[in-house]
């Protein structure tokens, strides 16, 4: 079998997921894709007095700021993944997230720290991506009206959410000299750069999903670990990080690369 036709059977196969999955898809996008909010707006009410302590410790801010910054992401977060969930005021629970991540970035301050950064700026991208489905899902409910064709804000949502999901993938990349290293490395920039540049997009994003997921049962495995040692925190908040980072590139799979993208460009030529 050709190099042709494995790809013609891989797309095949591809198709018929998504065929099979259609109805079903765009649900479990949103449900991964809030995850990491949902995780962290739990474990503020149940880590109140550590989150409140560590902010009035680490900005000297009193008591009173410290108990206000706890409640704002436990409210901010929670209430956003009702709104998202139920898909009432989309648009705004999508605000209101990008702004819980900017407070957090500076807050923990993941601004000086690469990995965490480009995650948090992954996770802003897929945040995007939902941002852009809200969209169309407006302009959906007046059919008849002249849209601005694809010069619209929703094709440049959907190209700069692709860009900024492969970040963390660019956090996965292991710089060593072993086989399955560099294997994996080639494998996983080649499809990141598919994904960035919307060519095979759906394909490349559902092999996307599917090593991503394998990777995070396989080194985020956080029900391994006593729940009273810091690294069963560590591996769930990177759990459920990575967990909206599928969650994004399943809106991808679901909706398509959108009109600034090779896939795109290709039906005109």
């Keep these: 079998m050709g190099q ?12 018929q997921f998504l065929r099979v999955t259609k109805q079903y898809l765009p649900h479990l996008a949103r449900l991964c894709l809030i995850s990491t909010f949902l995780e962290d707006g739990i474990r503020m009410w149940f880590q109140w007095n550590e989150q409140r302590d560590y902010i009035e410790a680490t900005w000297s801010c009193g008591y009173f700021l410290a108990t206000c910054f706890v409640l704002l992401n436990l409210l901010g977060q929670l209430g956003g993944c ?14 209101g997230l990008f702004g819980i991540i900017a407070l957090q970035t ?7 720290d690469l990995k965490f950064l480009m995650r948090n700026l992954a996770l802003g991208g897929g945040l995007l991506l939902l ?4 969209r169309s899902e407006g302009k959906s409910m007046f059919a008849g009206v002249p849209s601005m064709g694809e010069s619209s804000p929703k094709q440049y949502m959907q190209l700069g ?8 993938f660019m956090t ?24 960035a540049i919307g060519f095979k997009t759906k394909l490349a994003a559902l092999t996307l999903v599917v ?9 985020n495995a956080f029900w391994t670990v006593p729940a009273y040692k810091p690294m069963h925190d560590f591996l769930k908040y990177d759990f459920f990080q990575t967990t909206s980072v599928v969650g994004g590139l399943l ?12 896939d795109e460009k290709k039906k005109e030529w």
Excluded: K
């Design 82 to 95: 009702v709104l998202v969930l139920s898909r009432n005021f989309v648009q705004y629970a999508c605000f």
């Design 161 to 168: 959410g692709r860009v900024l999901l492969v970040l963390m």
């Design 211 to 219: 090593w991503l997921m394998a990777i995070n049962v396989y080194f």
């Design 172 to 195: 996965l990349l292991h710089f060593d000299s072993s086989f399955f290293s560099i294997l994996q490395n080639m494998v996983g920039t080649a499809l990141i750069i598919l994904v």
């Design 131 to 134: 941002l852009a489905e809200s």
């Design 251 to 262: 809106l991808v799979v679901a909706l398509g690369p959108g009109g600034v993208s090779m």
């Design 4 to 15: 042709e036709d494995l790809m013609s059977t891989a797309e095949d196969v591809a198709d």
């Design 106 to 112: 500076v807050a923990y301050s993941i601004l000086w």
